[in-house]
């Protein structure tokens, strides 16, 4: 591991430099490193948890173009166009009855890459470990300082070592729990939460999944979506309630009410098979204004959640990390500071343009409106463009 600069200061403090400081490697932190190395930029990632259980956790599977093109410019696409499924199409199913958007067509030529978020860090991790650069992981107390200067720092601990990572710039990729956001003066940020009553409780089992396609299931037990990672391995998601435990639900018992909420013939070719994971996820909407105080930055998670439904969680951290990536290019090759102020409006406008929208977000979760928007945007082409663009994400901008 190359570790930049390393000297000792006088009160034992380990004194490490950087240009910038990454708290966090989900695939926020990874990707904004991996980009930033691109260019020539060092970087330090910071972790608190263990590799092996960041890629445990199962989570995001569809890919819009704009991160697909991401991981490209990244150089860490090999395995994801091998190894991902390329997705035209994508059913709704309500009142029982399959409707299939052809994405692709309504879009005038755009799809989904299906590819696991497992999948994706993991080719992060060993880009980053080939390319040599630093990373710390199980640190504990990472806290950044003095963000309104020119020169933040950030302490951590690691093997009951004190550090102080000083840089240009710290990027806030620690997801909803992290330290990050919770560092800004609470008198300079505010937030805005939204917690819906229950989640959604997933399971991955090696099973064939029920349909090629991904489908989403509105049903009066509860939201299903049958997801996938690939031909042979499924992933399910039932909506489940408030008080609901994993516990409480053994595979047999998904399995049983996932059968209920499918339509028949989807239902007669549902393969089951022992979960490899199961977890229930939040429903919660979330997001912090403004996404960035002096030299930080908050990214992803970060700065904004929300709810499953719309798979828009990765993506929209991915145009996150192509923002600051961009800006923070621009400044260390053309000296162009000035664009450090205009990540938190680009990222605000885009965020509120392409998350706020009311389909997805909204609909899962409030029932009128779910029922006569849904009937309105799917009978109607124009609807059913709106659905299918809002899927495949809109481009990210362009920073001048
Ligand atoms: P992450 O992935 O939460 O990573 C944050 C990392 O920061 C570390 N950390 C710290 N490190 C140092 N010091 C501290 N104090 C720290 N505190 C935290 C954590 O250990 C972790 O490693 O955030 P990031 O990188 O911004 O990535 C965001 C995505 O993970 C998330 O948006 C998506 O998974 C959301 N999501 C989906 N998004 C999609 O675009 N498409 C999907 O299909 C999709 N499906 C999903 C999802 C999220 C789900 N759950 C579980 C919420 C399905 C589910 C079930
Ligand atoms: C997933 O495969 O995990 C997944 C897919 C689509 C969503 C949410 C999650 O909307």
Redesign the pocket.
């Known amino acids: 591991m190359r570790i930049p600069g390393l000297t000792r200061r006088a009160n034992n403090m380990k004194e490490i430099k950087t240009q910038v400081a990454i708290?966090?490697?989900?695939?926020?932190?990874?990707l904004l490193g991996q980009l930033l190395h691109k260019q020539g930029i060092d970087n330090v990632v910071?972790?608190?948890?263990r590799p092996d259980?960041?890629l445990g956790?199962?989570?995001?599977?569809?890919?819009?173009p704009g991160?697909v093109s991401l991981m490209r410019e990244a150089g860490v696409a090999e395995r994801m166009d091998t190894e991902g499924e390329v997705h035209d199409g994508v059913e709704i199913v309500v009142n029982g009855v399959r409707d299939r958007l052809d994405l692709k067509a309504l879009t005038g030529g755009d799809g989904v890459v299906v590819y696991g978020?497992t999948e994706l860090t993991k080719d992060l991790m060993q880009a980053r470990s080939d390319s040599g650069q630093t990373s710390y992981y199980e640190?504990?107390n990472?806290r950044p300082h003095n963000m309104l200067s020119a020169q933040p720092y950030v302490t951590?601990e690691k093997d009951g070592e004190e550090y102080s990572l000083t840089c240009d710039y710290v990027a806030g990729?620690?997801?909803?729990?992290?330290?990050?956001r919770k560092s800004i003066p609470a008198e300079r940020i505010k937030t805005y939460e939204r917690f819906y009553p229950g989640g959604?409780l997933?399971l991955l089992a090696d099973t064939p999944p029920v349909n090629s396609e991904l489908v989403y299931i509105k049903h009066d037990r509860g939201f299903a979506l049958c997801?996938l990672r690939s031909q042979t391995r499924s992933r399910y998601?039932i909506q489940v309630g408030e008080n609901d435990t994993v516990d409480a639900w053994s595979d047999g018992r998904f399995w049983e009410e996932l059968g209920r909420r499918l339509p028949a013939d989807l239902a007669a070719n549902l393969k089951t098979g022992p979960a490899i994971e199961k977890?229930i996820?939040?429903m919660r909407s979330f997001v912090v204004e403004p996404m960035q105080y002096g030299n930080l930055f908050l990214?992803?998670?970060?700065a904004h959640?929300?709810p499953?439904t719309g798979?828009?969680?990765?993506?929209?951290?991915?145009s996150d990390v192509y923002t600051l990536s961009t800006i923070l290019g621009k400044v260390y090759a053309d000296g162009r500071i000035d664009l450090i102020e205009k990540y938190y409006a680009v990222r605000f406008s885009w965020w509120m343009s392409n998350v706020l929208h009311r389909f997805p977000d909204t609909p899962a979760f409030d029932q009128k409106m779910y029922d006569s928007d849904l009937q309105y945007y799917l009978q109607s082409e124009a609807g059913r463009k709106i659905i299918a663009q809002q899927y495949v994400g809109l481009p990210f901008e362009i920073i001048e």
Not at 57 to 64: N, P, Y
Not at 311 to 318: D, R, S
């Open positions: 708290i966090g490697a989900g695939p926020s932190g990874l910071l972790e608190r948890a259980y960041v956790r199962i989570r995001a599977g569809v890919l819009e991160f978020q640190v504990s990472a951590f990729c620690d997801g909803f729990h992290g330290v990050s959604w997933g997801s998601y977890s996820a939040p990214l992803g998670d970060a959640i929300v499953p798979a828009k969680g990765l993506n929209t951290a991915g």
